[in-house]
């Protein structure tokens, strides 16, 4: 009878026993990035948010103001003017002109507008009738920063621009 001996060579075929070190801390790195990468886009839309309310508080505060223009008609140029908090509540409140009253509409629209918008503020460009029986026009203007902008980023300012005639 023929005995046949195997030859081993040393190159026997391993078995697979797990991760190694290293596969792990790949896994864990890719991990890592991707984690990052979700959290980053978190902080965006966050942000992203923000100044969609920011914008919707300018677009609310310009109707605000020209609402208020439009129930004080006569009172043209001095929406222009400064703004003064002299307690006028409408023409039927006492000694209250349409003047006091449109200096006491831009008193109450400005504070309004610094504290609904960081760094806000407005002004109303009134571009008067050209001949009698034509309406004035009104330019609102609001601006404000966005979120993660510097102050002296006047560049970067956002605005909203509301045009109205009367």
């Not at 609402?67 to 509540?89: F, H, M, P």
Request: net charge positive.
């Amino acid at each position: 009878m023929l005995k046949v001996h195997a030859i081993r060579t040393g190159c026997a075929p391993r078995r697979g026993r797990g991760f190694s070190m290293v596969e792990a801390m790949v896994a864990l790195v890719v991990l890592a990035v991707g984690m990052l990468g979700i959290a980053g886009l978190f902080v965006m839309t966050l942000r992203a948010g923000g100044n969609a309310i920011y914008r919707m508080q300018a677009v609310n505060l310009a109707q605000d103001v020209a609402d208020r223009i439009r129930a004080n008609k006569t009172a043209v140029l001095a929406y222009q003017g400064s703004a003064a908090n002299n307690n006028c509540e409408g023409p039927g409140s006492g000694n209250c002109t349409p003047a006091l009253l449109a200096a006491n509409d831009l008193a109450i629209w400005t504070a309004q507008i610094a504290v609904a918008l960081p760094s806000g503020t407005g002004r109303i460009v009134v571009t008067p009738p050209a001949a009698a029986g034509q309406p004035a026009t009104y330019s609102i203007f609001v601006n404000w920063l966005e979120q993660g902008q510097a102050a002296n980023q006047t560049v970067l300012a956002q605005s909203y621009n509301l045009n109205m005639q009367t």
